[in-house]
């Protein structure tokens, strides 16, 4: 309670849903993503991007996803659609303070920076005013969170406290800091980072976006398989190193037998490898120095198949 919170990543990289479903999460007491939720909590939502019926169409679908129903949320997540209203700046963060304080809420949150900020974004002393006007808010006893996007140009260069556009002012003012950004080598996943102040440092992980086609369900989900490798302006000319893929592998395989084509398959989905690059890795793992993975083949009349599965595993004698 009373921390600031900020959410930074590119555009197209769905930082709006990122909120969202941490927010939905909360107000229903679920785990996001890798992270408990003790219980649930008030949420005051604050959207002034797109159309309130686009806005509630996201939230039904990402519940679905998330299995959960309007009576896991009971009256916790209240939204204010604001788009178009002119609500920006200092006195705007006041209004809606006071328009909210009746639901006393929790978390106060600001989709996206830009709209609520009043003033030029490079201005150091226009960025100070709106993050006063949430320090205001926070004093009432509430967390404030809020979406902001990334400079131009490739954000897997900069340090994580050197994300966000315009001043720096904001990213020496949060307490956290969750920052999004794009895979190195598969283009469906997406490396989280944190930055906590007040907290034990977090490890950087890996999320998917999945969709449900049947339900038109969709939110985020861990990808442990994938090596949270981020992308750099320097992605294409460095190649990491094939043990770096072995988790990944071993992840799949999980001491079972498995076909090798159906291995090759999900594993090129996992770690984003190219088909030539898959046959160096295999190549490589089961290579007699190294002995990581197995294989055997089946031949005969008609039968030409082909499995593979875990040898020997780092650290083995």
Not at 79 to 93: D, F, K, Q, T
Not at 131 to 152: C, E, I, P, T
Not at 208 to 227: N, S
């Amino acid at each position: 309670v009373g921390d600031k919170i900020a959410i930074i990543a590119p555009s197209k990289m769905k930082k709006s849903f990122f909120m969202l479903q941490m927010l939905i999460c909360i107000a229903a007491g679920r785990d996001f993503l890798r992270w408990k939720v003790p219980k649930p909590r008030r949420i005051a939502h604050v959207q002034l991007e797109i159309q309130s019926n686009h806005f509630h169409e996201r939230v039904i679908n990402m519940a679905k996803a998330l299995n959960i129903e309007p009576s896991d949320l009971e009256d916790r997540f209240h939204v204010s659609n604001c788009r178009g209203l002119g609500i920006e700046g200092p006195e705007g963060v006041e209004l809606i303070g006071q328009a909210i304080e009746r639901y006393h809420p929790e978390i106060v949150s600001f989709d996206p920076l830009y709209k609520i900020a009043a003033g030029a974004e490079n201005a150091i002393e226009d960025g100070k005013k709106i993050l006063a006007a949430f320090d205001n808010l926070a004093r009432k006893g509430v967390a404030v969170s809020y979406v902001h996007h990334d400079a131009k140009g490739a954000s897997g260069d900069r340090d994580i406290r050197d994300r966000g556009a315009g001043s720096n002012v904001i990213s020496r003012d949060y307490d956290v800091c969750f920052t999004l950004t794009q895979h190195a080598t598969n283009p469906d996943a997406t490396v989280v980072e944190m930055i906590v102040r007040n907290y034990k440092p977090q490890e950087l992980f890996t999320i998917v976006w999945v969709e449900d086609k049947e339900t038109g369900g969709y939110c985020f989900k861990e990808e442990p398989g994938i090596i949270p490798m981020k992308k750099t302006s320097r992605t294409k000319k460095q190649v990491p190193p094939l043990s770096d893929y072995l988790p990944t592998a071993l992840s799949i395989l999980e001491n079972e037998e498995m076909g090798i084509t159906v291995f090759k398959e999900t594993f090129k989905q996992k770690s984003g490898l190219s088909n030539s690059r898959i046959l160096e890795f295999i190549t490589w793992a089961t290579a007699e120095t190294n002995g990581f993975l197995v294989t055997r083949g089946e031949r005969g009349r008609g039968k030409n198949k082909k499995w593979i599965n875990i040898g020997r595993r780092i650290g083995d004698d």
